[in-house]
């Protein structure tokens, strides 16, 4: 790489795993000079090879940081393992690692004490989507939006950045907000796999391609629901109503039967939906499911 590396800014790095690794090739591919920590030294390596610097503790490696201070470890509790008794006065910690939208908040509160300042972070991208624009990865910030400008240009080379606001929990909320429904969604994958699975004269590529257009096809209702959610009124835009939906699921559920599956990934939230329609409220979308989760 030809990048004048003496204006960019330097980037410190604590954690090598995949995605630790993924970031910081990403930021010495685009020219900042980058120290690296980590737990099992010989993870930084080839790192060094291409030009990062080793530091041999994290309190060393903080202590000569003069840019970002990114962490991105296992979990929450490695991260408080790996920060204790570390001096950050002064220092800009940018939390990657993911974690509860509580454990964000508790973290800016007990760094900021201790004279930091504080951005967390939610990847919303795995480790080959790093320093590739083109794959659509992004991060997630929230917290100290003086501190996201001032790094903003930094911490886009890996990665698209997203800052969604002042609360330092709301960039974890995002990204278990989207991982949760991601999970839900792999869920009926794996029904809808477990249907076909036992016919022999059925294309299983064939059919994930009908499965992934239809999912596309039908991820835009998270748009009425929303806009249903903000009105309060859920019988806003409803193109299929939920009584009808509720009475479907009893096809779904003779279906799941002869095929021998076990519904047990779909049937919790067919409970919801016929509790709303037993509430009276049959004419609505699917907004109405929000509430009865909220007060469970
Ligand atoms: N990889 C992915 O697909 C996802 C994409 C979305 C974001 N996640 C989160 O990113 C964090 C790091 O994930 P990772 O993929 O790098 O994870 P590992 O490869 O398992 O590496 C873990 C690193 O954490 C170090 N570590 C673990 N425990 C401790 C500890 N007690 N003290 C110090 N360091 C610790 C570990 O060190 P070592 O095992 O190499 O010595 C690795 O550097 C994570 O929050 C994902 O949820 C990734």
């Known amino acids: 790489m030809d990048h004048d590396t003496s204006s960019r800014t330097p ?4 954690g090598l795993g995949d995605m630790g690794t993924a970031l910081a090739h990403a930021w010495l591919a685009a020219g900042h000079p980058l120290t690296v920590w980590n737990r099992t030294p010989a993870k930084a390596a080839a790192l060094t090879r291409e030009g990062a610097r ?3 503790t994290p309190a060393g490696a903080i202590a000569s940081a003069t840019g970002p201070v990114v962490l991105c470890l296992l979990d929450d509790t490695s991260v408080a393992e790996v920060l204790d008794g570390v001096d950050l006065s002064g220092k800009d910690i940018v939390n990657l690692t993911t974690s509860t939208p509580e454990q964000a908040r508790e973290l800016a509160r007990r760094t900021e004490e201790r004279g930091a300042r504080f951005l967390d972070g939610g990847i919303m991208a795995v480790p080959p989507m790093i320093g590739r624009p083109e794959t659509g990865g992004y991060v997630f910030y929230s917290g100290d ?3 996201f400008e001032r790094h903003r240009a930094t911490l886009e080379a890996p990665a698209g950045a997203k800052f969604t606001g002042n609360d330092p929990g709301h960039a974890a909320l995002h990204d278990v907000a989207l991982l949760s429904a991601m999970t839900g969604m792999f869920a009926g994958i794996a029904h809808a796999f477990a249907l076909v699975d036992g016919e022999k004269d059925l294309d299983r590529t064939a ?7 239809w999912l596309r096809a039908m991820a835009g209702s998270a748009q009425t629901m929303a806009a249903q959610l903000e009105s309060g009124d859920y019988t806003e835009g409803v193109v299929s109503n939920l009584a009808m939906m509720a009475a479907a699921n009893d096809t779904l559920l003779g279906t799941a039967a002869g095929q021998s599956v076990d519904p047990r990934l779909l049937t919790p939230y067919m409970d919801l939906m016929r509790r709303r329609v037993a509430q009276g409220h049959g004419d609505e979308g699917l907004a109405g499911t929000v509430g009865l989760l909220r007060s469970a």
Request: no cysteine; aromatic share 6%.
């Open 11 to 14: 980037v410190t790095l604590l």
């Open 54 to 56: 080793t530091a041999t």
């Open 145 to 147: 939006q003086a501190l």
């Open 207 to 213: 059919f994930a391609a009908l499965l992934t257009d």
